[in-house]
């Protein structure tokens, strides 16, 4: 096994549990990973984007960590392999943009650095790796290097790109490469004017931003009403002479902790031949003031028909309203109690395509809608949709998935969703039907969940039984495979624990998404209170009182926030989770916290930082009792590695047994399959040596 096995704790009903005859679980091991490995070998398509002027889409697709540009053309939208990788080395791809004439596509590979300006290298490659510019013929599928740097915009022929925060151009070529222009601060959100004269940014400044407009024919640079706030999301009007932006007033907050108000934030309108800009429309105050963003590349739409679209939780939830570009009152044009999550606009800007969970609370579907007209259904049914997209002749395309089959790329066709790419020859009839249900968090809250039933199961059966909590905590499982790369892998591998005879409840504990924003922005949540512990207890509480479950065999897992519940229920309810597996798992808010944001300092708000350190797995080590695998990359953008480096020192001194995998080069989400795969080894063969034997 190649994880760190610890003999700290030698009591004795543990090693009787580690006494396994060689062969038997070299078998074991054997016979589980051919399973998994089939479980989890599928395409996982993302970054689908459409042509603006052809009938034509383009998407990223991750097979077994093989990352691959894939097209589909007018008439019959036949998948075509574009680009030829062929090795699992992390190596992610975006930023889809096609050519003029397209016949190339011009993309992103390689991730964003680290503090320390280090590029991701899960393979440890001597060599390591950058983000770079690539431009690649679909006939040919031959990618050339154009060269470092990252969020093209495409001019023509030159490409305007991001580098070491600042604005650069170069020609498909990558030749005459030249910073564009110079400025303080960072620049990001790049958006070219529709005539490609003009080029807006977002120049962010610290503890405020601007709106830049840089003008190619004279070269010159203005910014639109500068002011102390934090402007963002800048969007051209159809003409090119307005802009729409996003204004917030600065506002310190703490993160991981509830924000169900704040001073509101504003939409501002800025006619480039005037100084200055409008207030168009401002959020009420309390509920609604603070903003709650959605899955999209920009968070306003400006319609063909002058109409601001824009998402705003004044009801409590994420919908979708308009205001005319002249000011006025916003009309909702989403109305009910759901969340609206993936947003983009058609090609012509006549309408706004969404998914969304309305009337089905565990999935999403796609749905359409334009200022002054009613909400438009699209897909229905046992189906999780997401990430809708058209093409220039007016075709819409989504991401789709469901309970047994992987996402796929699909088109509509009339009323009939139609697959394009997917995954062929899926075992899934290896796979349970996730029920839906509900029960009450220790402290009365309704919870939901997703339960997993062996296949096998027969009256008056005890099996041992697993808690899944997922990350974020800004997340939603679903009655099906996600749209997410991360829980896609997630929920193959609770189908898988449900196959080898685990009891599985995936639980959408508080602070989560999906259920309104009083349930996301929860009371005491996060550092300060850790209430979701309440939700922690009551799903182990929900298992304790199945019927066919095994009260002396319940274990829980989960990574990054979910890891950090895992380990809070290790470490304040041993009585009651006999082991768990915690990946990449938060020990100590105030170190998080600081992660996030670098200048906070626990002793300028010692009440704060007490609550957050009262909140944290650290300060209940002392009653931790029960077993755990520690699993985490070294290059964790998100959580420290120190946070497991801590965990196991104190676990240590405390005498508890642990195991551990670590993955040199990694980062939050694993990039290699290979790590998945291992990590997910690790963690079956954990289980089943913890509450099998």
């Not at 006939?139 to 290097?145: D, V, Y």
């Not at 400025?183 to 830049?212: E, T």
């Not at 096998?456 to 039984?465: E, I, M, N, T, V």
């Not at 196959?499 to 996060?526: D, P, Q, T």
Request: charged fraction near 20%; avoid cysteine.
């Amino acid at each position: 096994m190649n994880y760190e096995v610890n003999f700290i704790l030698q009591i004795t009903t543990i090693m009787k549990r580690l006494v396994i005859p060689f062969s038997l679980l070299v078998f074991s091991l054997t016979a589980q990973d051919l399973a998994l490995r089939d479980l989890m070998n599928y395409r996982f398509p993302a970054s689908m984007t459409g042509s603006g002027t052809e009938g034509m889409i383009a998407w990223v697709e991750n097979r077994e960590g093989v990352r691959n540009i894939y097209i589909a053309a007018g008439g019959d939208y036949r998948s075509q392999q574009v680009t030829q990788y062929v090795e699992d080395d992390g190596q992610a791809i975006g930023n889809l943009i096609f050519t003029d004439d397209h016949e190339s596509i011009l993309y992103v590979r390689g991730g964003a650095p680290n503090r320390s300006g280090e590029y991701p290298n899960p393979t440890s490659n001597v060599d390591g790796y950058k983000r770079e510019i690539h431009f690649v013929s679909i006939e040919t599928g031959f990618p050339r290097l154009l060269g470092e740097g990252s969020s093209p915009v495409l001019q023509d022929t030159t490409v305007i790109f991001l580098r070491n925060g600042s604005v650069w151009t170069m020609n498909l070529f990558g030749e005459n490469d030249a910073q564009l222009f110079r400025i303080r601060g960072g620049v990001g959100s790049l958006r070219l004017s529709p005539d490609k004269q003009k080029l807006a940014f977002v120049n962010s400044r610290g503890d405020h931003a601007f709106i830049g407009v840089y003008n190619f024919i004279d070269n010159s640079l203005i910014f639109l009403d500068p002011t102390v706030d934090l402007d963002s999301d800048p969007v051209w009007s159809p003409d090119g002479s307005r802009i729409a932006f996003l204004r917030f007033p600065h506002q310190d907050f703490q993160i991981f902790t509830p924000q169900r108000s704040a001073l509101p934030f504003e939409i501002r309108v800025a006619d480039l031949q005037q100084s200055g800009s409008k207030r168009v429309w401002q959020a009420d105050e309390g509920k609604g003031s603070a903003f709650r963003g959605i899955s999209a590349r920009d968070q306003i739409f400006w319609t063909k028909d002058d109409q601001i679209v824009f998402p705003w939780e004044k009801n409590g939830w994420t919908l979708l309203y308009s205001v005319p570009v002249s000011g006025g009152n916003a009309t909702i044009l989403t109305p009910g109690e759901f969340e609206i999550q993936f947003v983009s606009m058609a090609r012509d800007r006549s309408r706004i395509y969404y998914s969304g969970n309305q009337n089905d609370v565990d999935r999403q579907h796609i749905w359409s809608v334009s200022p002054g007209s009613k909400p438009v259904q699209h897909t229905s049914g046992a189906g999780i949709e997401w990430s809708p997209r058209t093409d220039a002749d007016g075709n819409l395309f989504f991401l789709g998935s469901d309970g047994f089959t992987p996402a796929s790329v699909k088109m509509l066709k009339g009323k009939n969703a139609v697959v394009i790419q997917g995954t062929e020859d899926y075992p899934s009839d290896k796979l349970v039907t996730p029920q839906q249900i509900t029960f009450s968090a220790a402290d009365g809250m309704k919870i939901n969940g997703q339960l997993f039933v062996p296949k096998d199961l027969k009256k008056g059966d005890k099996r041992p039984a697993v808690l899944f909590f997922h990350g974020g905590s800004r997340r939603q499982m679903l009655l099906g495979f996600h749209h997410r790369g991360y829980y896609h892998n997630a929920y193959a591998m609770n189908q898988y624990l449900a196959g080898k005879g685990y009891v599985v409840l995936s639980v959408n504990y508080r602070s989560g998404i999906g259920y309104g924003m009083e349930f996301r922005e929860a009371l005491n949540y996060g550092a300060a209170g850790a209430s979701e512990f309440n939700d922690v207890l009551g799903a182990g509480l929900y298992l304790q009182n199945h019927p066919n479950v095994d009260t002396e065999r319940i274990g829980l897992w989960g990574g990054s926030y979910g890891g950090y519940l895992t380990a809070l229920g290790l470490a304040k309810a041993s009585h009651l989770f006999k082991a768990g597996v915690d990946i990449h798992g938060v020990t100590d808010w105030n170190v998080v916290i600081k992660n996030f944001i670098p200048g906070y300092n626990a002793l300028e708000d010692p009440e704060f930082s007490k609550l957050a350190y009262e909140s944290s797995p650290i300060a209940h080590m002392k009653t931790w009792k029960s077993p755990v695998l520690l699993i985490h990359g070294d290059d964790d953008r998100n959580v420290p590695f120190s946070e497991t480096v801590d965990k196991i020192e104190l676990l240590r001194k405390n005498g508890v047994y642990y195991e551990h995998l670590v993955f040199p080069d990694e980062v939050h989400g694993f990039l290699l399959h290979s790590n998945w795969v291992k990590a997910y080894e690790a963690t079956a063969d954990f289980f089943d040596r913890m509450l099998k034997e």
